[in-house]
């Protein structure tokens, strides 16, 4: 039992890695004084993206429309509602801020409402090559489809068994991999390209992969993949290309359900995962049209440059509000709850971890954060729900901008606990956190080619 848990706490750790490497989420700021609360007024030119984003996200920014300078009077906007919608405390709400990373919960009610919580992102193995049963050798290429934002070292590794199942140990030709394919949370397609080849061959396989492959299997108790080495040669290079004609589909893998990817990454506050879902929304335009076609935000309420909170946002603590009203709603419609999707505070890691971690506040917020350290002068989010021990839950969206961030979060913290406190203190939710590296394993396999590739008899 003991070795069951440290290897599930190893899964995490590692996995927890390379979250926050493609998160670059800037939230382990040390608290530091509050800020004073004078208003002032500014102008919030766009700027550059942040150093730690990609060329590719920066390039995208850079292409569409940034939104014009608008002041910022008050360093803080507030509103907080009940859930029957009676206002207990506003400041600024309509005054527009840069959400940061809380635009992200705008990304998974998009998500949601057009795939469903269940959804499994495909990636497709193909080949346009013959097999030779004998020697498992294909003569011809190895050809991979589709854009998994969750796809890591375990899911490659995984394909590598299912075509070992199919008899396939050899290919002579090339590994294909398709625009805008990404692992491990990297931005470079032809990278992860190289990297899901090493991965495929235990000859060539990181140590990383090894262990990330047989601590999720042990976590799940499949004890029997541990005893064999899955492993695929290709002997040519790596390329970028589409799927060529007449190639032929030898096994999907799916990724986890949508709910599941969509907890991880609101949890890490994970920039890579988010842009590469609004790929499927149509950008950060597909999101802004959605907000304003389906949410009802006006079209003057919300302008977006990202689909993760990247660059020059704009969002008004009251549309904000609309935004996470109706995001409940989509969860309700699917019998999930906030926590379902959304970190909740001093139990999940990443962003919260180390948030209302003291006594009933542990377990008592559950949050989207957001912060920027050089956009707008910084700026710092909060935006979800808190429980009191009156059994109200309270609805909340903090937004701060041009300022400390450490200080704005320390604010935001401090209003939060006052909002508690005249309501007899903070209370919990009910809540069953799981490893989220385990919600990252709850993948399949269909193979698709046994009409043609025999699988062998293991």
């Known amino acids: 039992m003991i070795r069951s848990k440290v290897r599930q706490l190893f899964l995490a750790s590692g996995l927890m890695l390379s979250l926050y490497a493609g998160a670059a989420a800037q939230d382990d700021y040390k608290p530091a004084p509050l800020p004073s609360a004078t208003p002032f007024v500014v102008s919030t030119w ?96 190895l050809i991979i489809s589709g854009r998994d934002p969750s796809f890591h070292y375990e899911h490659a590794v995984a394909i590598a068994r299912e075509l070992n199942r199919l008899g396939v140990r050899t290919v002579t030709g090339d590994l294909i991999v398709p625009p805008k394919f990404t692992m491990n949370f990297g931005w470079s397609t032809i990278r992860s390209g190289e990297i899901f080849y090493d991965t495929l061959d235990a000859t060539r396989r990181p140590a990383a992969a090894t262990r990330a492959w047989f601590d999720e299997r042990l976590a799940h108790g499949d004890t029997a993949a541990t005893q064999t080495i899955p492993s695929v040669a290709v002997m040519g290079a790596v390329y970028v290309a589409s799927v060529p004609p007449k190639a032929r589909v030898l096994l999907t893998h799916r990724s986890s359900k949508l709910v599941d990817v969509l907890k991880v990454l609101l949890c890490y506050s994970n920039n890579f995962m988010a842009e590469r879902l609004g790929d499927f929304l149509g950008g950060a335009s597909g999101v802004q049209h959605f907000l304003v076609s389906k949410v009802g935000l006006a079209p003057g309420d919300v302008r977006l440059s990202s689909t993760s909170g990247l660059g020059v946002n704009r969002l008004s603590p009251r549309s904000m509000m609309k935004v996470y009203r109706g995001l409940l709603k989509e969860l309700a419609k699917h019998n999930l709850s906030p926590s379902d999707i959304m970190p909740v505070a001093g139990i999940d890691p990443g962003t919260l971890r180390k948030r209302y971690t003291f006594g009933y506040a542990r ?96």
């Open 46 to 141: 766009p700027e550059t993206p942040p150093a730690t984003s990609s060329p590719d996200i920066a390039s995208d920014l850079a292409a569409q429309p940034q939104p014009q300078p608008t002041p910022a009077f008050y360093t803080q906007g507030v509103l907080v509602e009940t859930l029957d919608g009676k206002v207990v405390m506003e400041q600024a709400a309509n005054q527009q801020y840069n959400p940061a990373s809380v635009v992200k919960l705008a990304t998974a009610y998009h998500a949601l409402q057009t795939f469903g919580p269940n959804y499994r992102f495909s990636t497709v193995v193909w080949t346009n090559g013959t097999f030779d049963q004998t020697t498992g050798t294909i003569t011809g290429d």
């Open 363 to 458: 377990g008592s917020v559950i949050g989207k954060t957001g912060t920027l350290g050089r956009t707008d002068g910084g700026a710092s989010a909060l935006a979800g729900q808190m429980r009191t021990q009156t059994g109200e839950t309270l609805l909340f969206v903090i937004f701060n901008q041009r300022g400390s961030v450490p200080r704005f979060r320390e604010a935001q913290d401090r209003l939060v606990s006052q909002l508690q406190f005249t309501r007899g203190g903070p209370a919990p939710f009910a809540y069953s956190p799981q490893t989220l590296a385990m919600r990252l394993s709850d993948t399949e396999v269909e193979q698709a080619g046994a009409s043609e590739f025999e699988p062998d008899s293991n």
